[in-house]
């Protein structure tokens, strides 16, 4: 019976929810523990600017949440399983991913139509944008002057 440092863990690497600022990071335990049960991960990322590898975190299950990561720049991931008797090799990230939210700015809605009025009021209609950027529309800001 021989006891060493676990294998890497098991990809391929699910980076999920990404936004400007983090991402969830997830992998599957090693297949060889190396005879000693998994102690936690250590989870780091590279910046591909700077070419740094740092600190995102440990984890003791096999998910972390990326927290403070730049707004534009482009990030790779690695995981190292941990048991008492040392560090795996990485398991490392399939692809860069960029730090930035899911959707954008929408487009602007068409120009407003006057439909009916009075001295008192004023009814508007007008088009949705061809673009909504990616989120649902929850409303409209609209200004006189």
Request: with cysteine; aromatic share 8%.
């Amino acid at each position: 019976y021989v006891v060493g440092p676990p294998g890497p863990p098991e990809g391929p690497m699910d980076i999920t929810g990404i936004h400007k600022n983090g991402c969830k990071i997830a992998w599957k335990p090693p297949k060889d523990d190396g005879g000693c049960p998994i102690e936690h991960y250590i989870v780091e990322k590279y910046d591909t600017d700077t070419g740094i590898w740092s600190l995102v975190g440990t984890s003791p299950t096999c998910d972390i949440q990326c927290k403070d990561l730049e707004p534009g720049k482009e990030y790779e991931f690695r995981v190292r399983a941990v048991n008492s008797e040392g560090e795996s090799d990485n398991l490392k990230s399939l692809r860069p991913i960029i730090a930035k939210d899911p959707f954008t700015v929408p487009l602007p809605p068409s120009a407003p139509d006057v439909v009916d009025w009075s001295e008192a009021h004023m009814d508007l209609e007008w088009k949705e944008p061809i673009d909504d950027g990616g989120s649902p529309i929850t409303g409209y800001i609209i200004e006189m002057k």
